[in-house]
C-alpha cells in the first residue's frame, strides 16, 4: 500500500466534501500525482492543496476517490481495528446487540468510513459485502480487526459480480475465515430466523427493515394482513406474533416460501405462505379483503435510465394493493430504489390512489433501521423509503 499518492480537485470542486460528502466523481479531478495504484490509499487535496483527506483511489470508476478519513493519519491494520471498535460502539449506543436481536448492521459502508465495506452480523457470524477494489485490497485486514474486536468464529466475504468486473477484483462468496456452514439462528425482536449467508439473498437477511417489521407487528392485532414479497417472511412474523388474525405471504421465490413456513413452525405461528408473482396474485385476489397490507418490492429502477418503467410497475402495484385494501386498512408501501427518491415515491403513490379510487392518508414516513447510518445530505446513499398509509 502506498500514501505517496495524491489526487488533486479542480478548483471550485471541494466544497461538497468539505461538508462531508465522501465521493469524488471523475470529472472533479484535476489529475493524481506520485502514480498511485488501482486500490491504494491516496491523500486528497484541493486546487490549492489543501488536504482534505484519505481515501480508495480506482481510476476504472465513475468514483476515483472514496473518503475513509479526514484526518493525517495512516490506513494501516491499527486503522481499520479502530474503525471497527467505534462501529461496535455506535450500534452498542443504538442498543444493538441485544437479548431480543442478535442480527444487526455492524458497518454500513460511508456510514462507517469504510467505503464498499458491508459487515453484517449474524450472532457469532460476520458477513461482509465487498463492493470497492479498496477495501477488497485491505480485507485481511479486516478480518483480523472483526476476529479481534468481536470474537466472531466464523466470516463469509460476498463479492458481488456487478461490482467486482465494474472495481477490477474477484467476484464470488466463501468462507474467509473460521468453519463454514449453511445455516445461522439469530434472534430479531425476539422472532427465531435461521439465516442463510451464503445461499440466501443480500447478506442473507434484509437487516433494513428491523424496525419498520417491529412497527408493522404493533399495527397487527386482529388484522387480515398480506406480506407482498415476503422472502423469509420477516413481516409476515412481525404480524402473527403481534396478534393478527391471518397471514398471507406472497413470494415468487420457490426457496423463499419454503424458509417462512420453517420459520412459522419455528416460532409456533400460522402463515399462509403462497408462491406467486405479486402483481398476478394481486390481480385475481378478492378486492377490499385484507387490514393490513406491506409491500416490499425489489429494487424497481436498477438504472436512470429504468425509472420510466419502475414509475408505473410502483404505480401500478400500489394501485392493486390499495385495491385488495378494505375501508380502514393499513398499507405499509417500500421502495429501495436510489434512483427514485422519496418525494417522486410519494407521488407515486398518490398516482396509485388516483388509479385506484381509493382516499389515502399517509401518517408515518420511515427509513432503514438505525444500524443503517449515513452522513448528512449523502443523497447517493439513501434509497429505502416507506410509506405508512390510512386507507379511508
Ligand atoms: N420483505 C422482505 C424482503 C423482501 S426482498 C423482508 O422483510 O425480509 C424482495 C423479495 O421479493 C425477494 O424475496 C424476492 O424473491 C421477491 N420477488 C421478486 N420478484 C417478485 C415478484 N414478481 N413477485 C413476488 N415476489 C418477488
Not at 481499520?80 to 442478535?102: D, I, K, Y
Not at 456487478?162 to 425482536?189: C, I, K, N, P, W
Not at 429504468?306 to 401500478?316: F, S, V
Amino acid at each position: 500500500m502506498t500514501t505517496t499518492g495524491k489526487v488533486i480537485l479542480k478548483q471550485g470542486r471541494a466544497r461538497p466534501l468539505w461538508f462531508g460528502h465522501p465521493w469524488v466523481y471523475a470529472n472533479a479531478v484535476a489529475r493524481a500525482e506520485g502514480k498511485p495504484e488501482p486500490g491504494d490509499v491516496v491523500s486528497l487535496v484541493d486546487h490549492d492543496g489543501r488536504f482534505i483527506g484519505r481515501g480508495f483511489y480506482n481510476p476504472r470508476s465513475q468514483i476515483p476517490v472514496r473518503l475513509c478519513t479526514r484526518a493525517d493519519e495512516a490506513v494501516d491494520a491499527a486503522f481499520f481495528r479502530r474503525r471497527v471498535a467505534e462501529a461496535r460502539a455506535v450500534r452498542a449506543r443504538l442498543g444493538l446487540p441485544s437479548e431480543r436481536t442478535t442480527v444487526y448492521r455492524l458497518i454500513n459502508s460511508e456510514g462507517d468510513d469504510l467505503p464498499g465495506l458491508v459487515v453484517d452480523v449474524y450472532a457469532d457470524t460476520a458477513v461482509a459485502q465487498i463492493t470497492t477494489l479498496g477495501i477488497s485490497a485491505q480485507r485481511a485486514a479486516i478480518y483480523d480487526a472483526l476476529e479481534a474486536e468481536l470474537g466472531v468464529t466464523t466470516i463469509f466475504e460476498i463479492a458481488p459480480a456487478s461490482y467486482a468486473e465494474l472495481e477490477g477484483f474477484a467476484a464470488g462468496s466463501r468462507v474467509a475465515r473460521g468453519q463454514s456452514r449453511a445455516t445461522v439462528d439469530v434472534l430479531e425482536e425476539g422472532i427465531r430466523l435461521e439465516v442463510e449467508p451464503l445461499s440466501g439473498q443480500k447478506t442473507g437477511m434484509f437487516i433494513d427493515q428491523r424496525e419498520t417489521r417491529a412497527r408493522v407487528g404493533g399495527l397487527a392485532r386482529g388484522a387480515r394482513v398480506l406480506d407482498l414479497y415476503a422472502y423469509a417472511g420477516g413481516f409476515s412474523l412481525a404480524a402473527a406474533r403481534g396478534g393478527a388474525a391471518s397471514v398471507t405471504a406472497v413470494d415468487s421465490s420457490a426457496r423463499a416460501v419454503s424458509r417462512t413456513l420453517a420459520h412459522a413452525e419455528k416460532n409456533g405461528v400460522t402463515i399462509d405462505a403462497v408462491e406467486a408473482d405479486a402483481f398476478r396474485f394481486l390481480e385475481t385476489v378478492t378486492p377490499r379483503s385484507f387490514d393490513l397490507l406491506v409491500v416490499d418490492p425489489p429494487k424497481f429502477a436498477r438504472a436512470r435510465k429504468d425509472l420510466d418503467a419502475a414509475r408505473k410497475g410502483y404505480e401500478r402495484l400500489n394501485a392493486l394493493a390499495m385495491q385488495a385494501a378494505a375501508p380502514g386498512a393499513v398499507l405499509v408501501t417500500c421502495s429501495c430504489s436510489q434512483n427514485v427518491d422519496a418525494e417522486t415515491f410519494e407521488r407515486i403513490v398518490a398516482a396509485g390512489a388516483k388509479q385506484s379510487g381509493r382516499e389515502v392518508r399517509v401518517f408515518e414516513r420511515r427509513g432503514p433501521a438505525a444500524d443503517h447510518l449515513m452522513p448528512p445530505g449523502f443523497t447517493e446513499g439513501q434509497y429505502l423509503k416507506v410509506l405508512l398509509c390510512y386507507l379511508v
